[in-house]
């Protein structure tokens, strides 16, 4: 079975704390992604990668970087979180090219006081 | 970008209703999925439909590319059908990111 895996599903941290959220995909995709849902926002994307060691900002990349070391794991990583950064984050992958279906991990909830 | 929109925002139906799900969006695409996120927040593609009609079960879609939308029909609604539906696009293969729609918030009541 197809499986993303995303490390938390609950978050509290503290405004100025570094956070990292991981992802890990078993499925041998190359691209993978982060969003980010708000309510009535629906997904907007944070970062994605195409490739192992390769980044693209997506639309809402501030505040935000990631890291890609390996193919099945990318990392999502807030510097110094803010209480703006309190949302639903969520990982998912697919093969590349555009007719890949996209799987998605669980999501991590964050919230940031 | 790509703009997307998702109507109605809210429905509420009775169980074994059915309802039609909609999306337009601003540009040509390649790529239009349909995803549902149940109430835990895990997120399910239903369908990859750039263009044509497909059936899975009690759920259809039909994509009309050249008017730029899409329908998503749920038949004889039951309560597990409940969540947010997000209709997603990408305009070509080197676009990489896929826009999503704001979502419509569909519950059934028993």
């Known amino acids: 079975d197809v499986k993303v895996t995303q490390s938390s599903r609950y978050l509290v941290k503290r405004t100025g704390e570094k956070v990292f959220l991981e992802c890990v995909q078993d499925?041998?995709?190359?691209?993978m992604f982060w969003y980010r849902q708000d309510p009535g926002l629906g997904l907007r994307l944070i970062y994605f990668s195409y490739d192992v060691k390769m980044k693209e900002k997506g639309d809402i990349p501030e505040g935000y970087s990631v890291s890609r070391e390996k193919k099945e794991r990318f990392s999502l990583i807030l510097e110094s979180a803010s209480t703006n950064q309190t949302s639903m984050y969520l990982c998912?992958?697919?093969?590349?090219?555009?007719?890949?279906?996209?799987?998605f991990g669980e999501g991590s909830r964050l919230t940031v006081l | 970008g790509i703009q997307v929109e998702q109507s109605p925002p809210d429905l509420i139906l009775q169980e074994g209703a059915n309802s039609t799900l909609r999306c337009n969006f601003s540009?040509?695409?390649?790529?239009l999925q349909w995803f549902h996120q149940n109430p835990w927040g895990q997120l399910i593609n239903l369908f990859y439909i750039p263009s044509g009609t497909k059936q899975n079960g009690r759920l259809s879609a039909t994509t009309v590319a050249t008017e730029r939308y899409s329908l998503l029909y749920i038949s004889s609604s039951q309560t597990t059908d409940s969540g947010v539906y997000f209709c997603?696009?990408?305009?070509?293969?080197?676009?990489?990111?896929?826009?999503f729609g704001a979502g419509t918030t569909v519950t059934v009541r028993a």
């Open positions: 997603a696009v990408e305009r070509d293969s080197n676009d990489y990111k896929l826009s």
């Open positions: 998912a992958s697919r093969m590349p090219g555009y007719t890949g279906e996209l799987f």
């Open positions: 499925m041998d995709h190359e691209n």
């Open positions: 540009d040509s695409v390649n790529n």
